[in-house]
Every structure is written in C-alpha cells, then in structure tokens.
C-alpha cells in the first residue's frame, strides 16, 4: 500500500468518525430541545393553573395577590425557556445537522484519492512487468514508463488536493465544536442567570402573602351577625309588602279619577323612595 493511499484511509477513518459522532451529538442535542420544549410546556401549563386559582380566589387578598404575580413569573421563565431551545435549535442543531453533507463530500475526495493511488499502483507494476519481460523492447517500456508517471503525478496531486481539504476539514470541525458548545453554554447561562432572577422576584412575591390577613379575613366570613339577620329577615318582609302595596296603588291610579290620581301619583313616589331605602339597608349589611 501506498503512502497515498495509507493518507487517503486515515482521512477516511477522521471523516468517518466525525460523521458517526456528529450524527450522536445532532440526535442528543435534538434530544434535548424537545426535553426542554416540553418543560416549557408544562410551565405554561402550570402558570395557567395558578392563574386560574388566584382569579377563584375572592376572600384571602394576599394569597391572590402572590399567586398572581407567581403565575406570570412561571410565564416569564416559560418563554425563556422557549428562547432556549430557539437558539438549541439554531447554534447546535442546525450546524451539526449539516455536517451530514460534508461529510459525503469528504468522503468522495477520499475516494478519489484512494482510486488514483491504486491506479498509481497498478501501471508501476505493469511497468515494472514490461520491463522484466521485455527489457529489450523499449517503445513498451517507454510508455508503461510514461503512463506510470502521470498515474504518480495524478496521485500525488490527489493527495496534495486531499491533504489540503482533509486540514481544512479538521479544521472546519474544531472551530464549529467549540462554537456550538460555547454558544449552547452562552444560551444555558443567558437562560439561568435571567431565570434566578425572575424566581428572586417570585419567592420575594410569594414571602409576601400575609397569612394572618387572609385568616382575619376568613374568620370574618365564618362569625355571624345577628343584625345582619335582623335586618334582612325586616328588609325581605318589607320588601315584598312594599311591592304588594305598591301594585295596588297603580292600579288604582290607572282606574281612578283625575284627583285621585294625583293622590295615587303621590304614593307611587313615596313606596318607591321607601324601596330605595330598604335597598341601600339590605346592601349595606351584605
């Protein structure tokens, strides 16, 4: 084997492994979008949760303040999260993925390489054949001699060819690995550090809810006022005799005469303004 060829395999044996590793690293950090995508999801999922129960929630104030403002945090974290996996999705995965096409192309200029070696190979023994055998005929020696000559030049422009893009590749893929790595590390930080943030601000929001308001509040509710009883057992009594009363009093109008129904009139005004009054009594107790 020729050292042409020995290059053009170990060229191969690189852009085979970077093909195969490549292929692991795209399918993990793909992977790990989704992973990441779907917690987003949750988080959504959670937010409106929360949201939902502080909006239900109408006695304890605090409590509803907290998980208010804890429910649009979750939702800040969610989207991003969702900024996340955007630049995932943009610095690792797309770049990995196109090493697929790079590595066919490597591998066509390995097999180029490795053809022209082997050609090479072939027209220096079939030289060296003619000149065993027929050391006296020169016109076949001369030209198994000059074929050969351009199958070694042709190789070894194959192999300068080959060696330039092969260091261009390896090249190509040192820089792009720590790019994506870095670029994913500067995304993971960009995320966190906003992150911790936001949860500062929510754990600060949620220390904030009152446990002791909200309980005075609730065991106002639970305690019973007699006068609230009283007054609404008057103002429902009242109420119904009023409108009764009331009903008479412009059927009367509208059966009467002139005079009387000036009177009739003058009562309409009076049981409305009563009704007012009982009105504003029973809202001010409930």
Known sequence: MSLSELQ???????????EKNFSELC????AYSRKTARLRDKGDDLAKLILAIGDSEVLNK????????????????????????LRIEKK???????????????????????????REQ???????????RNPRNRQQISKAESEYQRANADAMRTARILEE???????????DVKDILLNFIKAEVAY??????????????????????????TRSC????????????????????IKAVHFLVFNYYFSSSNVNKIRSLNCHFIFYEFETKVLELHSFYT
């Open 8 to 18: 053009a395999r170990f060229v191969l044996e690189r852009v085979l492994a970077v």
């Open 27 to 30: 399918s993990a950090f793909a």
């Open 62 to 85: 605090s409590l509803r303040s907290g998980l208010m403002r804890f429910s649009s945090s979750v939702s800040a974290v969610g989207d991003l999260r969702d900024t996340l996996v």
């Open 92 to 118: 690792a995965i797309s770049e990995l993925s196109s090493y697929g096409n790079a590595c066919q192309i490597a591998k066509e200029d390995v097999k180029e390489a490795i053809t022209s070696a082997e």
């Open 122 to 132: 072939q027209k220096k023994k079939q030289f060296e054949r003619i000149r065993e």
């Open 165 to 175: 893009r092969a260091f261009a590749f390896e090249e190509k893929k040192l820089m």
């Open 192 to 217: 966190h550090t906003k992150a911790l943030e936001i949860f500062t601000l929510a754990y600060q929001d949620v220390a904030k809810v009152e446990i002791n308001e909200d309980l005075e509040i």
């Open 222 to 241: 639970l305690v019973v006022d007699p006068k609230y009883i009283f007054v609404r057992k008057i103002s429902e009594k009242s109420m119904i005799k």
